[in-house]
């Protein structure tokens, strides 16, 4: 089945404690990205990635960083988390293609709510 | 930087039509998009319209765009209880770099 799998669903920690939410997707996507989403404000991008190696930051990337070694797996590391990162947080994958004209639908994870106290 | 804003809240009656509005401010955007999130999931793409469209009709959803008042509407007709989620619009610019999402409307459909 086409997905993208997230890891934690669920997780409570504190502040300081390095974290990361991995994100993985089975479909050879190129393009990935991680957003949060917190009530009011929607969701907003972190990082994203139109391939391999190439991330870049989006709307609100201080406090997180990400890496792309691998085409399926997008992390997302909190090397120090503070109680401003309790969110909802979602990774999502497209073709991705620099076309123009192309279509590019997201696919989103089910989500990672993060708790930091 | 871009803007993507929609009001927050709609409530409807079961079969009545809905319609959630979008405001972007990117002219550049090349896709805009609907999609739609139930309650404790990810985000579903539900429609998306090219930028020199005006309409667009796929069974119960019409989006409308006006892109000289970079407005974006999405219209539900016969509004169901399965209706009931949190609708984002979303803008993209050529080559899909980035995607901007509006702060999304939460639909409520009273029985």
């Known amino acids: 089945e086409a997905q993208v799998t997230q890891n934690p669903r669920y997780l409570i920690t504190v502040t300081g404690k390095k974290l990361t939410v991995t994100c993985s997707q089975n479909m050879n996507h190129e393009y990935m990205s991680w957003y949060r989403q917190d009530p009011g404000l929607g969701l907003r991008q972190i990082y994203y990635?139109?391939?391999?190696?190439?991330?870049d930051k989006g709307d609100v990337p201080e406090g997180y960083k990400v890496s792309r070694k691998e085409k399926r797996n997008f992390p997302l590391i909190l090397e120090s988390p503070s109680p401003n990162q309790t969110s909802l947080y979602f990774c999502a994958s497209s073709l991705g293609g620099v076309r123009d004209r192309d279509f590019n639908e997201q696919f989103f994870g089910p989500g990672t709510r993060l708790t930091v106290l | 930087g871009e803007d993507v804003e929609q009001s927050l809240f709609l409530s409807v009656r079961e079969g009545d039509s809905s319609v959630i509005n979008c405001t972007y401010t990117d002219s550049s955007s090349t896709y805009l998009y609907w999609y739609k999130q139930e309650p404790g999931a990810g985000l579903q793409l539900l429609t998306y319209?090219?930028?020199?469209?005006d309409m667009k009709q796929d069974q119960r959803l019409t989006v409308l765009l006006n892109k000289k008042d970079k407005h974006l509407s999405l219209r539900i007709a016969d509004t169901q209880t399965g209706d009931s989620a949190i609708y984002f619009c979303a803008e993209a610019t050529m080559g899909y770099q980035k995607v901007t999402f509006g702060t999304g409307t939460k639909l409520q459909v009273i029985p």
């Open positions: 319209i090219f930028s020199n469209m």
């Open positions: 990635s139109m391939n391999v190696e190439v991330t």
